[in-house]
């Protein structure tokens, strides 16, 4: 299957104003971060490639083990940052020596959309505050440029 960089901002602009719920991957209904990736993935494939395990709210502060690095690197092709481009899935570390814990699906060169706690998913710039926290990038199985 080929997959067009516009379809996946495309899908992933249909989750715009979802609020943010816990562990949740439904458009409108709610989700979270992973939640938002996983929900975009279903809308463009048909099927996620694997269920993820549950976590805690402070699954990100207390944990060692890289789950969304882990899981992204078995699904996905992980890219340079310098080549990352509308369409792909950025993850963050969002302290030092801490596991990555956010995700977002780049929409443009400079733009982001994603599910953070407390708000709803919304189309943000990639602000340099954003860009310091960037650990990996990848690229969704198919995608042509």
């Known amino acids: 299957m080929t997959l067009a960089r516009d379809d996946i901002v495309t899908a992933a602009r249909a989750w715009i104003s979802t609020p943010y719920r816990h562990q949740a991957s439904c458009r409108s209904a709610g989700c979270d971060c992973l939640g938002l990736v996983r929900g975009v993935w279903r809308d463009v494939y048909g099927v996620e490639p694997e269920a993820p395990p549950?976590?805690?709210p402070d699954?990100?502060?207390a944990g060692a083990v890289e789950?969304?690095?882990d899981a992204a690197r078995r699904n996905m092709t992980e890219i340079m940052l310098?080549?990352?481009r509308g369409g792909d899935v950025i993850v963050f570390r969002m302290r030092e020596r801490r596991i990555a814990k956010h995700m977002a699906i780049l929409s443009g060169p400079s733009t982001m959309i994603h599910a953070q706690s407390g708000d709803c998913v919304r189309e943000i710039s990639l602000a340099p505050y954003w860009r310091r926290h960037i650990v990996?990038?990848?690229?969704l199985p198919g995608v042509v440029d």
């Open 67 to 69: 789950h969304i690095l």
């Open 54 to 56: 549950p976590y805690s």
């Open 59 to 61: 699954w990100g502060e």
């Open 136 to 139: 990996a990038a990848f690229a």
């Open 82 to 84: 310098d080549d990352m």
